[in-house]
C-alpha cells in the first residue's frame, strides 16, 4: 500500500511543530462541466518548526500523531530558494 502525497501551501504556523496546508483540486462539475475548486486542509507535524505561511510543501500521510494530526511534512518545497537568497 503506497501513502497518499500531497503538495500544498501553508496558511497556518502559529502552533508548536504543527502547520495547517491547504491542498487545492481543480477537477469538472459532472452535471454541469464547470472547473470547480475545492480546498482541503490538513494539519501536519512540523517537527523542526521550519514552515512559513506562504510556503509550498509535500506531506505524506502518516499513523495519527493526536486529535486532528495524521499528516508529516516531508519537504519544504521552498527552502532551497531561501537558501540561495532568491
Known amino acids: 500500500m503506497t501513502d497518499k502525497t500531497y503538495t500544498g501551501k501553508v496558511v497556518s504556523n502559529k502552533m508548536d511543530k504543527t502547520v495547517v496546508v491547504a491542498v487545492t483540486r481543480h477537477f469538472q462539475h459532472p452535471a454541469y462541466k464547470k472547473t470547480v475548486k475545492k480546498v482541503a486542509k490538513f494539519k501536519a507535524h512540523d ?3 521550519t514552515c512559513n505561511i506562504g510556503d509550498d510543501v509535500k506531506i505524506i500521510e502518516t499513523k495519527p500523531m493526536s ?3 495524521r499528516w ?3 519537504e519544504n518545497l521552498n527552502a532551497s530558494q ?3 537568497g532568491k
Do not use: F
Open 67 to 69: 486529535k486532528d494530526k
Open 47 to 49: 517537527a523542526a518548526n
Open 72 to 74: 508529516l511534512v516531508l
Open 82 to 84: 531561501r537558501s540561495s
